[in-house]
């Protein structure tokens, strides 16, 4: 009774955890799609500023993610249109670690 | 003081038919022959029932199984093997050295020990120990506590006390009600152990238990450290190893903020040579990272298991507790 409780109890804390590399990798997509989102949105609401040639620039070093993800731009289209890249860059960075850490955990629990 | 003999005890005496009913209440009596094994594992229960008819005993006790404080040896272990009998039977009154042999020999016969890994025992007999519920005692009960309830000082507890099947912890609980009774309160202590649930064990159905099995491991168990700090290593060694490729390539602006990395990484620059060094610091970083992240939640989640389990120990208290 209790002693069975016991032993499965250190059977619990013995086993090691199997990550889903599925639910990892939307999770750590959602995440990025939002900073992007979120990131973009706030320089647009917070406003940017002229440059001594006269142009008004918002958010010049976010702007530079647009070398990465073609197409992004900081204005509101930009921010869904980055939602969308960092959504796949987080799913594919958090489906990766899922999938290396089980192999790791398979191996060295075989 | 079992009902019974209360009542017996009386002056004056009580009506002929109360001590009619009293003297029709009835105990089962049982003895425990603790032997001392010595190996450190018997069985995994902390009590077993015995239906064998070649032997006498009907439950063993595993003591160490309850709490392993209860020998004082971690090789060793006692056994307590019960004996249901009457006082005064044969069994009650057998020599303590008989019923200790009796007691070593249906442990081999069950195939529980070796005679011969039996150290030592000895013989405790508890009078009384079961309120015995034939087809008269309700009956009885009940003409002994209409005649009962006339005395407002008399406040009746425990197993004995009430001639009712109560556990240690039900008869504790009519104590404490019984002295917040005697201050002014109004408990009815018949009214403990009947609505309680039995509380010694909690069932779970099969498929509910199937689901905790395969539920409780995947929240629970430790994360491995060494996978998470490969896995997020590998990932961060990565991203950085393509991003210095992408910009080598097309070069552009963002290569000037990326180089800014060499301020962290020594060596770095937005080159093949540089995506290759800062993979390399990438991977360590990131290698660090998850294994604290791991090591933390490890961590916290042993703690959390830990207070969880002071939780339920607590809780197994609550009906004490509140009471003090």
Not at chain 1, 18 to 36: E, P, S
Not at chain 2, 91 to 114: C, F, H, Q, R, Y
Not at chain 2, 183 to 191: E, I, R, S, T, V
Not at chain 2, 302 to 308: P, S, V
Request: with cysteine; aromatic share 14%.
């Amino acid at each position: 009774m209790d002693a069975e409780k016991i032993l499965n109890d250190e059977k619990l804390l013995r086993g090691i955890l199997r990550l889903n590399a599925k639910i990892l990798g939307l999770v750590l997509g959602i995440l990025m799609g939002l900073v992007i989102f979120i990131g973009t949105n706030w320089l647009l609401i917070k406003g940017g500023q002229m440059t001594p040639d006269g142009k008004y620039v918002v958010g010049p070093h976010l702007q530079l993610l647009g070398q990465f993800f073609i197409g992004y731009k900081v204005s509101f289209l930009g921010s869904i249109i980055g939602f969308f890249y960092g959504f796949a860059l987080g799913t594919l960075c958090g489906t990766a670690i899922g999938w290396i850490y089980n192999k790791i955990v398979d191996f060295r629990t075989r | 003081m079992p009902l019974r003999e209360a009542l017996q005890k009386f002056k004056p005496g009580v009506p002929k038919e109360v001590l009619d009913a009293a003297n029709d209440l009835k105990y089962r009596d049982f003895l425990t022959v603790a032997l001392i094994i010595n190996k450190s594992e018997v069985f995994p229960d902390t009590w077993i029932y015995i239906h064998d008819p070649e032997v006498k005993v009907g439950r063993i006790q595993n003591f160490k199984n309850w709490s392993p404080f209860m020998v004082p040896k971690p090789s060793k272990t006692c056994l307590g093997l019960e004996y249901f009998c009457f006082e005064g039977d044969s069994l009650w009154s057998m020599p303590d050295a008989e019923l200790i042999e009796l007691a070593k020999n249906e442990l081999e016969t069950l195939g529980l020990a070796n005679k011969n890994d039996v150290e030592d025992g000895m013989v405790a007999r508890m009078p009384k120990a079961y309120p015995i519920y034939d087809s008269t005692f309700q009956k009885s009960l009940d003409v002994v506590r209409q005649f009962l309830n006339r005395f407002d000082n008399l406040q009746l507890v425990g197993r004995n006390g009430m001639h009712k099947y109560n556990n240690q912890d039900h008869s504790m609980l009519t104590g404490i009600l019984s002295a917040e009774n005697i201050l002014g309160a109004n408990h009815d202590l018949w009214a403990i152990n009947i609505e309680q649930e039995y509380h010694e064990e909690m069932t779970l159905e099969p498929s509910e238990e199937a689901v905790l099995d395969k539920l409780l491991p995947s929240v629970f168990s430790r994360m491995d450290q060494l996978g998470l700090a490969t896995a997020t290593g590998s990932v961060c060694g990565l991203l950085i190893f393509f991003a210095t490729i992408w910009l080598a390539s097309q070069g552009g602006v963002a290569s000037i903020y990326l180089r800014l990395l060499n301020q962290y990484f020594f060596g770095y620059t937005v080159t093949m040579k540089g995506a290759f060094i800062g993979m390399a610091y990438g991977f360590l970083w990131g290698f660090l990272f998850g294994w604290l992240f791991a090591y933390l939640r490890n961590f916290f989640m042993a703690y959390y298991i830990y207070r969880i389990k002071r939780k339920a120990e607590l809780l197994t208290f609550r009906d004490f507790l509140d009471h003090f």
